[in-house]
């Protein structure tokens, strides 16, 4: 018993630890983000004595950060609408249907997320080039696709596969068909799980950066990851802006992931006890 509050204090002091690690550059970055460059040599550490406001409008008009954020939200969008419908009937007709050859393909989708994505940049960009989808959006959005379905398709079943079947039973004895049981059934009651599935493919493509590096070189259609690449090669002297435009490119997600902390963590979880 007296053990008991030196235990809590080591493990205060070790989060406390871990907390200021974590969290150290980020506030570090919005601090250097709001001064001026004169200041930022001088102090790189220290609190700004003046707000360099004007350093985000800046960045955000020669960075073209506008066009930049339309094209990553419309890769997120078409990502999560394309993970969230395929994954979802995949992963309905895995955990529910019993049909020749379902375990090889589960087995597949497994086996899938352990090779690494890097070993299929050289033959997706030939199959691109031939086909007229290097240097577009939708060339991209089907690389993101075809990604993040397999654990997607995963971590759907394994929610599914706590859906009773009696109750798709019943609902099938009142005259439901199979695309009707996952429409009016399976996606009201698997709500968190889908919700974290449209979070997980929302983060991953805004900060995802191999492939769009390597498959869009027009600025134009550049998304917010490459589009901070090609800014830092821009300003390479001017820390304080390229600080600013780190700000711009995560402020998004980190407000959208605050928003809907609760309902992500709470997607996993229940995914993981029901599996």
Known sequence: MKTKPVQKVI??????FVLLVTVSPLLLLIINSLKSQREFLVNPFGLPTTLA??????????????????????????SVTIVVSLGGLCAFSLAKFRFRGSNVVLTYFILSMSIPVSLFLVPIFFIFKNLGLLDTIRG????????????????????????????????????????????????????????????LVTLWTWNEFFFANAFITTNV????????????????????????????????????YIIFQRNFIEGLMSGSIKG
Do not use: H, Q
């Open 221 to 256: 259609l550049r998304p917010v990851s490459t589009r901070f690449l090609a800014f830092t090669g821009t300003y390479t002297s001017d820390w304080t802006l390229i600080c600013a435009a780190g700000i711009i490119s995560i402020l998004p997600i980190m407000i959208f």
């Open 53 to 78: 406001l004007a350093n985000f409008p800046k960045v955000w008009i020669t960075g073209g950060y506008s066009r930049a954020y339309l094209n990553s939200l419309l890769i997120a969008v078409c």
């Open 140 to 199: 991209l959005i089907i690389v993101y696709g075809a990604i993040f379905l397999p654990f997607n398709i995963v971590f759907l079943r394994s929610f599914f596969m706590g859906i009773p079947d009696s109750v798709l039973e019943s609902a099938k004895i009142d005259g439901c068909s199979d695309l009707g049981l996952f429409f009016r059934m399976v996606i009201p009651l698997s709500r968190p799980a889908f919700l974290t599935v449209a979070l």
């Open 11 to 16: 493990i205060v002091l070790f989060l406390s």
